[in-house]
């Protein structure tokens, strides 16, 4: 039994758990999109002493993002408020009852979100090696081998092997598995997008400028500054460089864009009325992808050749962040 | 260069092994994106190294771009257009 035209979950959404509450909707209830309820995550730049450090042989450069509403709390809310989405906790403990919902939920075409420790996940890194929370969405089962088949944001499809999903069962914390179900009301909407995304606008332009220069656009300016000097400086080994976690600035641009689109069409406005920055947003995303598989084919190629462009590309970078405020503030007046 | 089966063969072969979604001896959709098949991005450099080995060949730095390698189409065009101007540098 498998549902074969389940959506795949959004692979640059900054959050696990809403990634797959998204594709549950945008399956069961036909909505587009609820990477809305993500308004919260206002992406901006940070460091933390803005320091260049050295550890296990490698040089780590302190650029990170701060953002807010990632607690799952906070999204749900959003979620019921916005969408009039409802996620509800279906405690199954054993293997037997979870194979008896999972078999209700999946005939009624009805597929569901499933925590998932990335041990027990066959294909991710992380399978068998460390313990790691995540979801996924369950759509399909195989009714002799009981074996499951799951969409993970990273993998797309893939097949979990019923003993690894009995072991991680097994190990759940005392009050025992429990899958979410996901169940909409419409009478629950109750939401002023226009008022928040007005507000909202406004605060994310205040985020990129923000006076302290540990934050927003000061922060990326000053991270540039910094690593060029050094590099000069310090003659350092190019192939070294490296920013941990620089993935997440690709996927936090292309969230910004889907947040802002899906925003601004839930109170009726045009494409056209995001366009330029939404089109920014766009370059923005693969600008950083680029930066990222370049930092990363330089260290693991052995290429410091390819620093020479990373250097350039993150110049490029700093000269598009810096159009953004401008264009939220243009979006915000238009409203 | 025109790619022969032989290519084709080999070619899909070391791109299958890191894509977990596709079933073993399963088409690809050529323009289909690979990370819709699995591919992740520290795979894809694995990808890479592993196709630099198998073709005795070395990417040059400007094709090292995601967009040359986000399509089986894009990647067999992006090693067609290498062998094809020849060793600039020593294979690694």
Known sequence: MSLSDFPPIERFSPYCLLGCIEAVCRFRFGIRSTCDCHYDHSFVYRRDGGCIRRKDGGLFLDLTFSGGGSRREAVLAELRARHGVSVVERRVPTLSEFDAYCEAALRDGKPFVAPFDLFYLAGRREYRNIHQSHYVCVIGRDDRSGDLEVVEQMLGRCRVGRQDFAEMVAGAPDAGYAVLDCARELSNVNFDSLGRLKRDLARFRANLLHPEPAFGLGALSAFRADLVRFVESEGASPHIFYVPGMWSFSHERDNFRRV???????????????????????????????????????????????????????????????????????????? | MVADNAFDEALHAIVSKYLVSASVGEALDEHRELHAYGLTSLKSIDLLLDLERTFAIAIPDEYLLPTNYRTLSALRSMLLAIIEQGPSRPAP
């Not at chain 1, 089109?279 to 290429?303: G, V």
């Open chain 1, 260 to 335: 802002l689109a899906t925003a601004t069409e839930v109170w009726g406005g045009s494409g056209a009325s995001h366009g330029v920055l939404g089109d920014l947003l766009a370059t923005l995303h693969e600008r950083w992808f680029e930066l990222d598989h370049r930092t990363e084919a330089a260290i693991r190629m052995q290429r410091p050749s390819l620093q020479a462009a990373a250097f350039a590309s993150l110049g490029e970078i700093a000269k598009l962040e810096c159009r953004m405020p401008d264009l939220l503030g243009e979006l915000e007046a238009r409203l």
